[in-house]
């Protein structure tokens, strides 16, 4: 007997039946898009925006119509980096698709082209370019866009975490990006970020060079009504059983956070047999062996941060939802230094994205971190009531 899919996904491409909703998002990329559209799209870190545009990517009206790109930029920190990643995905995408466009590439970067390889098997160039292959960046950023320009369908290039452009030790990338894209006339882009005050000012603020260049959707946690059928069903289909009560826990205990609502029903549904129910001691083992599996990344990521911040994080973390963050009372209860100690801190920890505010209430940005911290420096079990 074949052993069921777990139908809840957390990596790689999503089925079109194991997506869930984002019924309008999609629909929006794709008339934005295939309206000669720039898009921004802004949520917390795995909210679903890969997987929102790669299953945009693969509607009829896009995959058949354009040449899809789709890079991650988190990672690098120079333009060299974001050029090298850009021309290699190009490249790479295009050779099974298109030899014509694959060739045209060879001869169009002509700044890098002497040091491709050969495949003798494929009869194709190899992109086994390395980083300082790349001697003159700008010039390589000129030609990639030049070789867009003349493709042969329209092209579509996705960039995620986009606001990491703005840490680049080069000047003036913006204004550089901008000056290219706004020339394009077969290609358009989205521009895909987690640190929403960041993109915000990069897209919204007068005095950058991306105001006002692309439209703007700011993708929020799916509604309850609509992830609680859509979790009881795939549990009823594969003959397990999950009370919509448990459902409800898991979704608010993580704010409705897309990847580890899912990643804890993706566990607990491998742990549920068939004929059974999945019960809450299931689900609380899930989180808990999610917590223990980050242990080592939350412990690196406060050890890069200063004493000052720390503080003020776990304080944050154990209120949960933290309220007048300045006061005397809430700088009395968490044992901290002073009003200005916290503004320079809050400011620190906003601009790493560690903590999220909205409406005068911070928050941790990612929830398990925060249950992570609680449990390790607050000494508080996962509760779900």
């Given at each position: 007997?074949?052993?069921?899919?777990?139908?809840?996904?957390?990596?790689?491409?999503?089925?079109?039946?194991?997506?869930?909703?984002?019924?309008?998002?999609?629909a929006r990329l794709v008339k934005s898009i295939t309206n000669g559209n720039n898009l921004v799209i802004i949520s917390?870190?795995?909210?679903?925006?890969?997987?929102?545009?790669?299953?945009?990517?693969?509607?009829?009206?896009?995959?058949?119509?354009?040449?899809?790109?789709?890079?991650?930029?988190?990672?690098t920190s120079s333009l060299r980096e974001f050029i090298f990643l850009l021309g290699k995905e190009i490249y790479e995408?295009?050779?099974?698709?298109?030899?014509?466009?694959?060739?045209?590439?060879?001869?169009?970067?002509?700044?890098?082209?002497?040091?491709?390889?050969?495949?003798?098997?494929?009869?194709?160039?190899?992109?086994?370019?390395?980083?300082?292959?790349?001697?003159?960046?700008?010039?390589?950023?000129?030609?990639?866009?030049?070789?867009?320009?003349?493709?042969?369908?329209?092209?579509?290039?996705?960039?995620?975490?986009?606001?990491?452009?703005?840490?680049?030790?080069?000047?003036?990338?913006?204004?550089?990006?901008?000056?290219?894209?706004?020339?394009?006339?077969?290609?358009?882009?989205?521009?895909?970020?987690?640190?929403?005050?960041?993109?915000?000012?990069?897209?919204?603020?007068?005095a950058r060079p991306f105001y006002h260049s692309a439209d703007i959707l700011e993708l929020k946690a799916i509604a309850?009504?609509?992830?609680?059928?859509?979790?009881?069903?795939?549990?009823?289909?594969?003959?397990?059983?999950?009370?919509?009560?448990?459902?409800?826990?898991?979704?608010?205990?993580?704010?409705?956070?897309?990847?580890?609502?899912?990643?804890?029903?993706?566990?607990?549904?491998?742990?549920?047999?068939?004929?059974?129910?999945?019960?809450?001691?299931?689900?609380?083992?899930?989180?808990?062996?999610?917590?223990?599996?980050?242990?080592?990344?939350?412990?690196?990521?406060?050890?890069?941060?200063?004493?000052?911040?720390?503080?003020?994080?776990?304080?944050?973390?154990?209120?949960?939802?933290?309220?007048?963050?300045?006061?005397?009372?809430?700088?009395?209860?968490?044992?901290?230094?002073?009003?200005?100690?916290?503004?320079?801190?809050?400011?620190?920890?906003?601009?790493?994205?560690?903590?999220?505010?909205?409406?005068?209430?911070?928050?941790?940005?990612?929830?398990?971190?925060?249950?992570?911290?609680?449990?390790?420096?607050?000494?508080?079990?996962?509760?779900?009531?």
């Amino acid at each position: 007997m074949t052993k069921p899919t777990n139908p809840f996904i957390v990596t790689g491409k999503i089925p079109p039946e194991y997506f869930c909703d984002r019924v309008n998002e999609s629909a929006r990329l794709v008339k934005s898009i295939t309206n000669g559209n720039n898009l921004v799209i802004i949520s917390p870190r795995r909210m679903g925006k890969t997987g929102l545009i790669q299953f945009c990517y693969d509607k009829p009206e896009i995959s058949k119509e354009y040449y899809t790109f789709f890079i991650d930029i988190l990672h690098t920190s120079s333009l060299r980096e974001f050029i090298f990643l850009l021309g290699k995905e190009i490249y790479e995408t295009l050779i099974p698709r298109s030899r014509k466009m694959a060739k045209l590439f060879i001869q169009t970067i002509k700044s890098i082209s002497g040091k491709f390889g050969f495949d003798p098997i494929s009869n194709m160039p190899d992109f086994n370019i390395e980083l300082g292959d790349i001697e003159q960046p700008e010039y390589t950023l000129d030609e990639i866009f030049k070789y867009l320009e003349h493709a042969d369908k329209h092209c579509i290039v996705a960039i995620d975490e986009f606001q990491q452009i703005a840490k680049y030790p080069e000047k003036n990338i913006e204004a550089l990006l901008r000056t290219y894209i706004q020339k394009q006339s077969n290609c358009n882009f989205i521009f895909a970020g987690s640190e929403r005050h960041m993109m915000q000012e990069m897209f919204s603020s007068v005095a950058r060079p991306f105001y006002h260049s692309a439209d703007i959707l700011e993708l929020k946690a799916i509604a309850p009504e609509i992830y609680i059928p859509f979790v009881a069903n795939h549990f009823k289909r594969c003959h397990k059983d999950i009370k919509e009560s448990t459902i409800e826990k898991v979704y608010h205990t993580f704010k409705g956070h897309t990847y580890y609502v899912q990643k804890t029903f993706n566990e607990a549904f491998a742990d549920t047999q068939e004929n059974k129910e999945c019960t809450m001691a299931i689900i609380k083992n899930a989180i808990d062996n999610m917590i223990e599996s980050n242990d080592t990344i939350f412990r690196e990521i406060l050890s890069n941060i200063p004493e000052r911040q720390k503080t003020l994080l776990y304080a944050i973390a154990l209120d949960g939802e933290a309220e007048r963050i300045t006061s005397a009372e809430f700088i009395k209860r968490h044992s901290l230094i002073s009003a200005s100690s916290v503004q320079s801190a809050t400011k620190k920890l906003l601009e790493k994205d560690l903590i999220t505010e909205t409406n005068k209430v911070y928050t941790v940005t990612d929830k398990l971190f925060a249950m992570w911290i609680n449990k390790i420096y607050g000494n508080k079990t996962i509760s779900m009531d």
